[in-house]
């Protein structure tokens, strides 16, 4: 809950902070993408429907999409100028020269939960068996591969792993037998009970910091908006993402600060105590 109200804080005081307009100003239209339920995603339609946004100055159009990677794409693309988004499908895309930069670190640790059909027991028994990832490479992907390997398992040998789509999509994969495991969103967690999927582990029991959830602006809006300086966005968290993306592995670390903003708030609040 702490992190969410983190989050949250940080939100708003992205808003609000980073270009606060005088009260008589017109509002200001601004694209802003997102993916996945609940989590930050609540939080953005909280802000949104209870008026934050135009308080402070925003005429926001929400625009939803179904994983990270196309989430860099509309970016890129002009279609929106911020996101919030996967850490790692981000960094591949700054990294092969997309326009954007991290402004701030939402979530720094994985959250996300791993369900498995009935006769699945332990993550033991889903060695030989199909697991639902989003999109190849994509952060769905790197989680399954990483947790596959937290179980002692080889993820391009002991398990198959299959595109299918995201949250809802790999549940409903999950309940037609199509597949036997997937990384879900908690918000899906009452759903797939009712089908009788159940978790067979959890991620935010690994305590490595992840910058599992970041918020991205395309140059052109950091440089036509921002006004106040602030600290850097955390590193740690976004070092271990950057290194969990198999192509980047080896590659300095140093190279992650000309992807990162370094006039945004990131600690918000600190921390809303």
Aim: include cysteine.
């Amino acid at each position: 809950m702490r992190r969410h109200r983190l989050w949250f804080v940080g939100w708003l005081m992205w808003c609000g902070l980073a270009w606060a307009p005088p009260v008589s100003a017109q509002l200001a239209p601004l694209n802003f993408v997102y993916t996945g339920s609940g989590s930050q995603s609540d939080a953005l339609k909280f802000s949104y429907e209870a008026g934050f946004f135009r308080k402070r100055g925003l005429d926001l159009t929400m625009l939803y999409v179904t994983s990270g990677i196309t989430t860099s794409q509309t970016i890129v693309s002009g279609a929106a100028s911020a996101a919030t988004t996967t850490a790692t499908d981000a960094l591949r895309a700054i990294a092969a020269g997309a326009p954007m930069k991290i402004i701030m670190v939402n979530i720094d640790q994985f959250q996300h939960l791993f369900i498995a059909r009935p006769e699945i027991k332990s993550a033991k028994d889903m060695k030989g068996k199909k697991i639902a990832v989003s999109r190849y490479g994509a952060f769905s992907d790197i989680q399954t591969r990483f947790v596959v390997r937290q179980w002692g398992m080889d993820p391009d040998k002991d398990v198959q792993i299959l595109q299918i789509g995201n949250s809802s999509a790999r549940a409903a994969a999950l309940a037609s037998g199509g597949v036997d495991g997937a990384i879900v969103t908690p918000a899906f967690i009452p759903v797939a009970r009712k089908v009788g999927l159940h978790v067979i582990f959890d991620l935010a029991t690994i305590k490595t910091k992840f910058a599992s959830q970041i918020m991205v602006a395309h140059d052109q809006t950091i440089k036509n908006r921002f006004l106040r300086s602030a600290p850097i966005p955390e590193m740690e968290g976004i070092q271990n993402a950057w290194e969990s993306i198999p192509e980047f592995r080896g590659r300095s670390g140093s190279e992650l600060k000309k992807y990162i903003d370094t006039r945004f708030i990131n600690e918000a609040l600190n921390e809303s105590k």
